[in-house]
């Protein structure tokens, strides 16, 4: 496989006489779908921030080639402004001379009648597709996602794995990290990070526990489900109580 996009030497991060990650190493090649899963605090979200330059590693180094794009997992957004200010103002960091790919990404992820809408006015899973769009937008070589679905409906969540498979079929490497287990299968390589240390994982065994993971997947299913019906609930109640 030829060229490479992104590659962490020997990397660790403490904090204190906290050890979060010890000897990090990896590369990252074009046109691959690579997943970073990992417990709730094993430092998945810390590894991210090394790998996009937000934080310094303690030891270790990042190297990194081409376009970026970053979806940390709380979105960094702007509540006093709409979506269409948000789209405009990334255009011009970006250097960009039009919003056609964000308007492919609008429609895609089905959020376009939001565009005259204040961010602080939006759900939390249309908050995080609007922060997908802007990560998107300029067409990175590279895209790295922290927890990139959550908030989102099952129908966007489904929406949202369709289009990183659209994603790294066009040539876009794309390195998601999340907690969720049951994702793995999804992946052309796979990491699991665990006491501050990543291990490869083998992608045959992972194919043996396809079922054990659909019935995990239509737990899943069900909760959003239950989630997106109280939220329905909720949305009902406040605006009864504006009456």
Avoid at 84 to 103: C, E, I, K, S, T
Avoid at 110 to 117: E, G, H, P, S, V
Avoid at 181 to 210: I, P, S, W
Wanted: proline share 2%; with cysteine.
């Amino acid at each position: 496989m030829l060229g490479l996009l992104l590659r962490a030497n020997d990397v660790y991060k403490s904090f204190g006489r906290r050890s979060v990650l010890r000897g990090i190493s990896f590369s990252v090649y074009p046109g691959t779908l690579v997943g970073i899963v990992g417990a709730n605090g094993a430092g998945k979200s810390t590894l991210l921030r090394i790998l996009v330059g937000e934080l310094r590693p303690s030891r270790g180094e990042i190297l990194q080639y081409g376009s970026m794009g970053y979806c940390p997992q709380n979105a960094i957004l702007n509540d006093t402004l709409t979506v269409d200010q948000h789209l405009d103002y990334f255009r011009a960091a970006y250097n960009m001379n039009d919003l056609h790919r964000a308007n492919e990404l609008l429609e895609q992820l089905d959020f376009q009648q939001y565009r005259k809408a204040l961010v602080g006015t939006l759900s939390g899973g249309t908050k995080q597709k609007l922060n997908l769009t802007l990560a998107l937008m300029h067409q990175p070589k590279l895209l790295l996602l922290d927890e990139p679905s959550q908030g989102f409906d099952w129908e966007t969540y489904l929406c949202f794995w369709d289009l990183v498979t659209e994603l790294s079929e066009s040539g876009c490497t794309v390195l998601v990290i999340t907690h969720q287990f049951f994702e793995r299968k999804r992946f052309d390589v796979l990491y699991h990070l665990q006491e501050g240390q990543l291990t490869m994982q083998d992608q045959e065994n992972v194919a043996t526990e396809v079922v054990v993971m659909q019935a995990q997947e239509n737990t899943l299913a069900e909760a959003l489900m239950m989630h997106a019906q109280e939220n329905v609930v909720v949305e009902a109640v406040r605006k009864a109580a504006q009456y």
